[in-house]
């Protein structure tokens, strides 16, 4: 899913990058509003983080070309402007959310989240992704992000879902670091990469039924992964 970061301060636009590549989405940037509507035009990005005090053209007056546009885009505000009635000029703009600076990465992360489940509701049938998905003992909800253990409830990433639909698709076959950072990545194969390997470190703790003796995703040595 592509993400256009509208926003001047480059420090934050290359936070706010690194926190959703790492969720999975691929991200356009923009310094400037005018810059933002020509990179809207340019890539037709599914969701839209806007800063509301931009060179150029404020945030409400991109967002209006935007929506005029694209009148179901989801455009979620990023502003250092708080006060109420910010929030509300941009809700009645046609926003769909409101994040103050400064904020958590757990924050945006939740936030994000929230507004993807709502596009993949919103997709044609023949566009979405499967309701429910048995990955061995986990049951996924890949338009939810979400998958059951049992009785709970875990979030996941964008990524994440990536990685169990592709590993599920290839059942008792091995998927190579390869494969994985072509399908889940959108990028490259890095040789020298530990990224994959962290990545599924980090969710095996959480859908693994014992992290320290992984059964669901197996490591196939030198090669990369499986489901069996």
């Known amino acids: 899913m592509k993400v256009l970061i509208a926003e001047d301060d480059e420090g934050i636009r290359l936070g706010l990058k690194e926190v959703l590549e790492g969720e999975g989405y691929t991200v356009i940037e923009a310094a400037d509003g005018q810059e933002a509507v020509e990179k809207f035009k340019s890539s037709d990005p599914e969701l839209v983080l ?132 072509n399908d889940c990545w959108d990028m490259q194969y890095l040789p020298n990469s530990r990224t994959i390997d962290q990545h599924i470190s980090k969710l095996r703790k959480r859908v693994e039924l014992d992290s320290n003796n992984p059964t669901l995703i197996t490591t196939v040595h030198g090669v990369g992964y499986r489901i069996e």
Do not use: W
């Open 50 to 181: 806007l800063d509301i005090m931009m060179p150029k053209m404020n945030g409400y007056d991109v967002c209006k070309v935007l929506l005029a546009l694209k009148p179901s885009l989801p455009v979620i505000f990023v502003s250092a402007k708080s006060e109420e009635i910010d929030r509300v000029v941009g809700l009645e703009l046609g926003a769909d959310d409101f994040i103050s600076k400064p904020f958590g990465v757990r924050e945006v992360v939740a936030r994000m989240r929230a507004v993807t489940r709502r596009i993949f509701k919103s997709l044609a049938p023949e566009r979405r992704d499967p309701e429910t998905v048995q990955v061995g003992h986990l049951v996924v909800h890949p338009q939810e992000l979400r998958a059951k253990k049992g009785d709970e409830l875990i979030d996941l990433s964008l990524r994440d879902v990536r990685i169990l639909l592709l590993l599920q698709r290839e059942k008792g076959r091995v998927v190579s670091r390869e494969m994985l950072f």
